[in-house]
């Protein structure tokens, strides 16, 4: 067999089952230490056949790559950091657009008082 299916082969001498010799040891997105094989497996079925996922499940039941969309902040300070993490310069802000109004009626007053000097 080769060295990728085998995480921690069983000591030479021993016989295991035919699920036994696969990737002992930590496994990811909260599965318990163990066999992989028996961690829980993805609910998610597929739109052409209709056949459950397989992959190993998170805590939420869905594997890493059904795992579903965040649902965003909840608190007013995570909204308020959110908001601000995607900030790129400020040019169409509420308070640039207002400022640029106030210097465009400044300069269209300035306009006016011209003509009415000349």
Known sequence: MSTKSKINPMPSGEKANNNEHFCFGWLKN??????YLSAPRCSAKTKRTGSPCGQP???????????????????????????????????????????????????????????EMK
């Not at 909260?30 to 066999?35: A, K, L, M, R, S």
């Not at 601000?84 to 640039?96: M, P, Q, T």
């Open 30 to 35: 909260g599965n318990p230490t163990g066999n």
């Open 57 to 115: 499940a998170m805590m939420n039941g869905k594997c890493r790559l059904h795992g579903g969309l965040s649902t965003g902040p909840k608190t007013p300070e995570g909204l308020a950091h959110s908001q601000k993490a995607n900030w790129k310069h400020g040019f169409y802000s509420a308070d640039a657009r207002q400022e640029a109004r106030t210097v465009q009626q400044a300069f269209k007053a300035m306009r006016t008082l011209l003509k």
